[in-house]
């Protein structure tokens, strides 16, 4: 391995701007800075600013001429990021798509393989990063049968066993659980000590970082509008951050006020429900709940509990491994008492999903036809789809990108289409999977407000959630996976 990819890189843009070829608008523009080798430097910026491309712009994975538009510079060292691919270890804002090899063991040797790291070498580099972000598996342990949250970790992991000079990491802790947090940070910091390197990390929540990171850039139009020394820019311009949506300390974002009544009749039922994606291995037992008209219910728990499995369980996309899970008559209205056997179109109405990667339900060219789908299948009138369409886009300041491709949006932007698309159907039941991920506090705020409303008007919300703060914003009732009760 040559010995300049593990020494820490400097970094440098000049002017760089970059426009996907299907988008009008530029993704980011005109940013300038330099950072130097060894710095730690913490991207902030409201949802879509462009904080992600340009970490995959230093990662040299862009893309070329047909897949877009670049202006000025982005260099690492003294060449163009895109001649330099393999000195910087990204990790993605969606695991699932970092995944690449069927055991964990051989995912977090594939970069150490392909970087021609000798084989000796190689396996304790991996158990050593495994055991770093506390992924307790065995090496043969199915990839495909790791949650989000673990898939979030083994990524990480392949990224520490290839020890770049320049790390580089999207929304690392979104989809984890509190404790992992913690862990993901601690084993990052651990990697610095023993194998220095230039650290540039972009995170909506911030408190995490702030110990380790010596310096803060904030991007929002027209380039960077904020660098500095972390209590520099967060106290001088603390406000203003705040007001543009930049999550700050000591500036929380608004929260609805509490539900005006108590909760109505059950809708759904689970009695001794177990859980499983893979036929005959429960990943979670002896499930008792109620889902009510007009209550938030909030499934929290570690990582690799079940919750995502849980989530799918209820909304009728996965059959019980063992149990019942029963929809009331008021839900079913005709359909039957069990979710799995109502067809898509008896969903539609029925139990809305939102899955926690938003690709997985992505159908459409354009972000406004995304709105339209399941309207569309029920037979709703163009005039009332163009209406609900435009409430929405309004809402949750998707407007401007109406006619995008949604797979160009940030993981922000996504993330509250496919939260539009499923409110679109205008469901009784609403099952959302890390529904705030990738959000700037203004988003969030107004995401939060949404399911207040809904919950107002008598839907049920069900919420699988590492964000406790959107379950005590919602009022919600938390149900535990995992045994772990966190405050």
């Not at 970082?209 to 803060?216: A, E, Q, S, Y």
């Not at 938390?478 to 405050?487: K, S």
Request: with cysteine; aromatic share 4%.
């Amino acid at each position: 391995m040559s010995t300049d990819r593990s020494t820490p890189a400097a970094v440098q843009a000049r002017g760089w701007g970059w426009r996907h070829a299907s988008r009008l608008a530029w993704a980011v523009s005109d940013i300038s800075f330099r950072i130097d080798p060894g710095e730690r430097v913490l991207v902030l910026g409201a949802s879509g600013a462009g904080k992600s491309t340009l970490l995959h712009g230093l990662a040299g994975v862009l893309g070329g001429e047909e897949e877009g538009e670049s202006a000025g510079e982005l260099l690492v060292g003294d060449a163009p990021a895109v001649a330099t691919r393999g000195r910087a270890g990204l990790v993605l804002q969606d695991p699932d798509s970092q995944v690449i090899l069927a055991r964990t063991g051989d995912d977090v040797a594939f970069g150490c393989e392909n970087l021609g790291v000798p084989r000796a070498e190689i396996w304790p580099r991996v158990e050593s990063a495994l055991a770093a972000v506390g992924l307790d598996v065995p090496l043969d342990h199915p990839t495909k049968a790791l949650s989000g949250g673990q898939k979030q970790r083994l990524a990480l992991a392949g990224m520490l066993a290839m020890r770049p000079g320049l790390v580089l990491l999207d929304e690392p802790t979104a989809n984890l659980d509190p404790a992992g947090v913690g862990e993901v940070r601690d084993a990052v910091e651990r990697m610095l000590r023993v194998h220095p390197a230039t650290l540039i990390v972009v995170e909506h929540r911030l408190d995490v970082w702030l110990p380790l990171i010596t310096r803060v850039i904030v991007l929002g139009a027209g380039g960077v509008v904020a660098d500095g020394a972390p209590a520099e820019v967060l106290g001088a311009q603390g406000a203003q951050l705040a007001a543009d949506g930049v999550w700050v300390p000591g500036h929380p974002p608004a929260e609805p006020p509490p539900p005006r009544g108590a909760p109505g009749t059950p809708l759904l039922s689970a009695r001794d429900l177990a859980v499983a994606r893979v036929k005959g291995r429960p990943v979670a037992e002896n499930i008792d709940l109620d889902v009510h008209a007009g209550q938030v219910l909030a499934i929290t728990g570690p990582n690799g509990a079940g919750k995502s499995t849980l989530g799918l369980t209820v909304a009728g996309l996965l059959p019980p491994a063992s149990g019942d899970l029963t929809a009331s008559d008021v839900l079913a209205a005709g359909a039957g008492p069990s979710p799995i056997r109502w067809a898509s179109k008896q969903l539609l109405t029925r139990i809305g999903m939102v899955f926690q990667e938003p690709e997985h339900q992505l159908l459409s060219k354009t972000v406004r036809d995304e709105l339209a789908v399941g309207p569309r299948a029920l037979g709703v009138g163009e005039d009332e789809i163009a209406a609900r369409s435009d409430e929405l886009l309004s809402r949750l300041r998707l407007a401007h990108l109406a006619a995008a491709n949604p797979y160009t949006l940030s993981g922000g932007e996504k993330r509250r289409l496919t939260v539009a698309a499923a409110i679109a159907t205008r469901p009784r039941v609403l099952v959302l999977d890390e529904p705030t991920f990738g959000q700037d506090a203004r988003t969030w705020a107004e995401l939060v407000a949404m399911l207040a409303m809904l919950r107002e008007e008598g839907s049920a919300i069900v919420t699988i959630t590492h964000d406790l703060d959107v379950a005590r914003a919602l009022h919600a009732e938390r149900f535990e996976l995992g045994g772990a009760r966190w405050p």
